[in-house]
């Protein structure tokens, strides 16, 4: 899907509730205190059939934010996080415009590490909480455009397009292209961090620079409390949230 198709691809999602399997939702706007008087607003996306077989009810401590992006376009992202009794999820979506999107409560718990995640993906997905930013992930040139990884002919856009990809100086884990996110979802992030930091007394403490976009050690991802990345966790196989993603964009809308 092109870039520049991405807005009303979104648009027609809370218009018509209805995600690429077809799957229809609720969409119900709210709000909440994030600690300090300002309102986070949200949209509350839950399944018309009332399905939440895709996440435990079982409320554990948090220590941890886990940042993904979901290599993919909303309504599919939806989907895919929403597969009946599949368990593999996360209670928060980002949107491309910047809107929230809260699919269970973030007490419960579902998958979201995947196997072989560095101090267990059962242990750690328990005790974090995951956030997905709604993005294509890495890019690949194809003569003068960029495409997804899922096709050739699946174009995101031009290389004339610097605004919408970042062409890293020494390629990530193997890619050189990824999309860029957007203002809206930093900002909108940073709410929501807030609210998750203060809600569960969370330290707003980022992974060290030199750090950001490694994988950890047993020990690290275990003493750490604090936010962090899916590559954290994975040394393979994962590019989420990737070296595309500007941490100091982010941190510098938490401290406004």
């Keep these: 899907m092109k870039a520049s198709s991405i807005p009303s691809h979104e648009k027609s999602f809370f218009k018509n509730g209805k995600d690429s399997l077809g799957k229809q939702f609720n969409?119900?706007?709210?709000?909440?205190?994030?600690?300090?008087?300002?309102?986070?607003?949200?949209?509350?996306?839950?399944?018309?059939?009332?399905?939440d077989s895709f996440y435990y009810k079982e409320t554990i401590p948090k220590t941890k934010i886990v940042l993904h992006f979901t290599a993919g376009y909303l309504k599919g992202d939806l989907a895919q996080l929403t597969i009946p009794s599949n368990h593999v999820s996360?209670?928060?979506?980002?949107?491309?415009?910047g809107t929230v999107i809260k699919l269970w409560s973030s007490q419960y718990w579902s998958y979201h590490l995947g196997r072989g995640a560095i101090g267990g993906n059962t242990t750690m997905s328990k005790q974090t909480i995951g956030?997905?930013?709604?993005?294509?992930?890495?890019?690949?040139?194809?003569?003068?455009?960029?495409?997804?990884s899922y096709s050739e002919t699946d174009i995101y856009c031009g290389l004339n397009e610097t605004l919408l990809y970042e062409k890293l100086t020494t390629p990530y884990r193997g890619e050189e292209y990824f999309a860029s996110f957007t203002q809206k979802q930093y900002d909108s992030l940073a709410l929501l961090l807030k609210y998750l930091t203060h809600t569960y007394n969370i330290p707003m403490q980022?992974?060290?620079e030199d750090k950001r976009y490694d994988t950890l050690s047993k020990n690290e991802v275990e003493n750490f409390n604090g936010i962090l990345s899916h590559v954290n966790y994975r040394n393979s196989g994962k590019w989420?949230?990737?070296?595309?993603?500007?941490?100091?964009?982010?941190?510098?809308?938490?401290?406004?």
Aim: glycine residues 8%.
């Design 27 to 51: 969409i119900i706007p709210e709000s909440i205190n994030i600690g300090d008087g300002t309102l986070l607003d949200y949209m509350y996306c839950e399944r018309v059939n009332k399905d």
């Design 90 to 97: 996360v209670p928060f979506v980002i949107a491309r415009n």
């Design 131 to 148: 956030i997905e930013l709604s993005n294509i992930g890495y890019l690949r040139k194809k003569g003068s455009n960029l495409v997804s």
């Design 206 to 208: 980022f992974m060290p």
């Design 240 to 256: 989420d949230i990737g070296e595309a993603f500007d941490w100091n964009k982010l941190i510098t809308a938490v401290n406004m």
